[in-house]
Protein backbone atom coordinates (compact mmCIF):
# COMPACT_ATOMS: atom_id res chain seq x y z
CA UNK A 1 0.00 0.00 0.00
CA UNK A 2 1.30 3.67 -0.94
CA UNK A 3 1.92 6.47 1.06
CA UNK A 4 -1.11 7.81 -0.90
CA UNK A 5 -3.31 5.38 -0.59
CA UNK A 6 -2.89 5.27 3.46
CA UNK A 7 -3.49 8.55 3.95
CA UNK A 8 -6.78 8.30 1.62
CA UNK A 9 -7.86 5.22 4.04
CA UNK A 10 -7.43 7.24 6.92
CA UNK A 11 -9.18 10.07 5.55
CA UNK A 12 -12.01 7.67 4.71
CA UNK A 13 -12.04 6.16 8.28
CA UNK A 14 -11.81 9.74 9.66
CA UNK A 15 -14.77 10.63 8.00
CA UNK A 16 -17.02 7.73 8.99
CA UNK A 17 -15.93 8.21 12.20
CA UNK A 18 -16.79 11.90 12.32
CA UNK A 19 -20.23 10.91 10.95
CA UNK A 20 -21.62 8.15 13.67
CA UNK A 21 -21.56 7.89 17.53
CA UNK A 22 -21.41 3.85 17.57
CA UNK A 23 -18.28 2.03 16.81
CA UNK A 24 -17.99 -1.41 17.63
CA UNK A 25 -14.41 -2.43 17.23
CA UNK A 26 -14.14 -6.75 17.00
CA UNK A 27 -12.10 -9.59 16.06
CA UNK A 28 -13.78 -11.89 13.63
CA UNK A 29 -10.56 -13.68 12.64
CA UNK A 30 -11.06 -17.24 12.02
CA UNK A 31 -14.32 -17.38 10.52
CA UNK A 32 -14.86 -19.21 7.09
CA UNK A 33 -16.12 -17.63 4.48
CA UNK A 34 -20.02 -18.67 4.62
CA UNK A 35 -20.37 -17.75 8.43
CA UNK A 36 -18.41 -14.49 7.42
CA UNK A 37 -21.08 -13.78 5.09
CA UNK A 38 -24.35 -14.74 6.98
CA UNK A 39 -21.93 -11.93 9.17
CA UNK A 40 -22.34 -9.10 6.59
CA UNK A 41 -25.70 -9.85 5.37
CA UNK A 42 -26.48 -9.74 9.30
CA UNK A 43 -25.31 -6.82 9.49
CA UNK A 44 -26.56 -5.39 6.03
CA UNK A 45 -29.89 -5.93 7.30
CA UNK A 46 -29.55 -4.07 10.54
CA UNK A 47 -28.42 -1.10 9.13
CA UNK A 48 -24.59 -2.05 10.24
CA UNK A 49 -21.45 -1.53 8.32
CA UNK A 50 -19.06 -4.03 8.80
CA UNK A 51 -15.12 -3.50 7.69
CA UNK A 52 -11.64 -5.41 8.02
CA UNK A 53 -9.64 -2.22 8.93
CA UNK A 54 -5.65 -2.09 9.63
CA UNK A 55 -4.95 -1.31 13.28
CA UNK A 56 -2.22 1.68 12.23
CA UNK A 57 -4.59 3.53 10.01
CA UNK A 58 -7.47 2.90 12.60
CA UNK A 59 -5.71 4.68 15.28
CA UNK A 60 -4.36 7.36 13.07
CA UNK A 61 -7.97 7.76 12.21
CA UNK A 62 -9.29 7.95 15.37
CA UNK A 63 -6.21 10.43 16.45
CA UNK A 64 -7.52 12.74 13.53
CA UNK A 65 -11.00 12.66 14.69
CA UNK A 66 -12.67 14.32 17.64
CA UNK A 67 -14.28 12.29 19.50
CA UNK A 68 -12.57 11.09 22.22
CA UNK A 69 -11.26 7.37 22.20
CA UNK A 70 -9.68 6.79 25.70
CA UNK A 71 -8.04 3.89 25.71
CA UNK A 72 -9.90 2.17 22.57
CA UNK A 73 -6.68 2.36 20.23
CA UNK A 74 -4.99 -0.04 23.46
CA UNK A 75 -7.48 -2.86 22.22
CA UNK A 76 -5.78 -2.71 18.35
CA UNK A 77 -3.55 -5.62 17.99
CA UNK A 78 -4.84 -8.44 15.86
CA UNK A 79 -7.14 -8.92 13.40
CA UNK A 80 -9.62 -5.96 13.98
CA UNK A 81 -12.75 -5.15 12.41
CA UNK A 82 -15.21 -2.32 12.81
CA UNK A 83 -19.12 -1.84 12.97
CA UNK A 84 -20.50 1.33 12.73
CA UNK A 85 -23.97 1.79 13.63
CA UNK A 86 -26.89 4.24 14.17
CA UNK A 87 -28.62 2.19 17.02
CA UNK A 88 -25.90 2.02 19.91
CA UNK A 89 -26.59 -1.70 21.08
CA UNK A 90 -27.77 -3.17 17.63
CA UNK A 91 -24.08 -4.63 17.13
CA UNK A 92 -23.57 -6.62 19.97
CA UNK A 93 -27.24 -8.22 19.91
CA UNK A 94 -25.44 -9.44 16.30
CA UNK A 95 -22.34 -10.02 17.98
CA UNK A 96 -24.17 -11.98 21.02
CA UNK A 97 -26.77 -14.03 18.11
CA UNK A 98 -23.63 -14.91 16.26
CA UNK A 99 -21.92 -16.26 19.33
CA UNK A 100 -24.37 -18.90 20.26
CA UNK A 101 -22.92 -20.77 16.84
CA UNK A 102 -19.29 -20.26 17.95
CA UNK A 103 -16.95 -18.52 20.08
CA UNK A 104 -16.30 -15.00 17.01
CA UNK A 105 -16.79 -12.40 16.84
CA UNK A 106 -15.18 -11.24 20.12
CA UNK A 107 -15.89 -7.52 20.99
CA UNK A 108 -12.72 -5.80 21.57
CA UNK A 109 -14.44 -2.79 22.74
CA UNK A 110 -17.20 -0.19 21.77
CA UNK A 111 -17.29 3.18 21.67
CA UNK A 112 -21.42 4.86 22.14
CA UNK A 113 -22.37 8.26 22.28
CA UNK A 114 -18.59 9.57 24.45
CA UNK A 115 -18.37 6.22 26.25
CA UNK A 116 -15.94 3.95 25.96
CA UNK A 117 -16.06 0.36 26.77
CA UNK A 118 -13.21 -2.45 26.44
CA UNK A 119 -13.42 -5.62 26.47
CA UNK A 120 -15.48 -8.77 25.63
CA UNK A 121 -17.02 -8.89 28.98
CA UNK A 122 -18.48 -5.68 28.41
CA UNK A 123 -21.52 -7.30 25.71
CA UNK A 124 -24.02 -7.89 28.06
CA UNK A 125 -24.04 -4.42 29.44
CA UNK A 126 -23.99 -3.35 25.53
CA UNK A 127 -26.90 -4.92 24.92
CA UNK A 128 -28.91 -3.70 27.78
CA UNK A 129 -28.63 -0.36 26.41
CA UNK A 130 -31.62 1.44 25.27
CA UNK A 131 -31.42 3.28 21.65
CA UNK A 132 -32.47 7.07 21.85
CA UNK A 133 -35.97 5.80 20.74
CA UNK A 134 -36.78 3.32 23.17
CA UNK A 135 -35.76 6.11 25.87
CA UNK A 136 -38.21 8.71 24.29
CA UNK A 137 -40.99 6.37 23.96
CA UNK A 138 -41.01 5.35 28.02
CA UNK A 139 -40.59 9.01 28.74
CA UNK A 140 -43.34 10.14 26.87
CA UNK A 141 -45.49 7.09 28.60
CA UNK A 142 -44.53 7.84 32.00
CA UNK A 143 -45.58 11.10 31.43
CA UNK A 144 -48.66 10.38 29.74
CA UNK A 145 -49.42 7.72 32.89
CA UNK A 146 -50.72 10.20 35.61
CA UNK A 147 -53.15 12.19 32.64
CA UNK A 148 -54.72 8.78 31.85
CA UNK A 149 -54.95 7.76 35.36
CA UNK A 150 -56.83 11.67 36.26
CA UNK A 151 -58.56 11.11 33.35
CA UNK A 152 -60.19 7.75 33.96
CA UNK A 153 -60.67 8.60 37.55
CA UNK A 154 -62.89 11.98 36.48
CA UNK A 155 -65.02 9.32 34.16
CA UNK A 156 -65.26 6.99 36.49
CA UNK A 157 -66.73 9.18 39.63
CA UNK A 158 -68.57 11.25 37.20
CA UNK A 159 -70.12 8.15 36.36
CA UNK A 160 -70.63 7.16 40.32
CA UNK A 161 -71.81 10.76 40.79
CA UNK A 162 -74.63 10.36 38.23
CA UNK A 163 -75.11 7.15 39.73
CA UNK A 164 -75.79 8.00 43.12
CA UNK A 165 -77.94 11.10 42.09
CA UNK A 166 -80.13 9.13 40.01
CA UNK A 167 -80.58 6.31 42.72
CA UNK A 168 -81.66 9.22 45.03
CA UNK A 169 -83.57 10.70 42.70
CA UNK A 170 -85.86 7.70 42.11
CA UNK A 171 -86.33 7.76 45.90
Sequence with gaps: MTREEKSRVIEELTAQLAGTNVVYIADISGLNAETTSNLRRACFKAGIELAVVKNTLLEKAMEASDNDYG????????????????????????IKEFR????????????????????????????????????????????????KNVVSALKSSGGKLAGILKTLSEK
Aim: avoid cysteine; charged fraction near 20%.
Design 100 to 147: KKSDKPVLKGAYIHQAVFIGDNQLDALIALKSKDEVIGEIIGLLQSPA
Design 71 to 94: DLSSVLKGNTSILIAENGNAPAKI
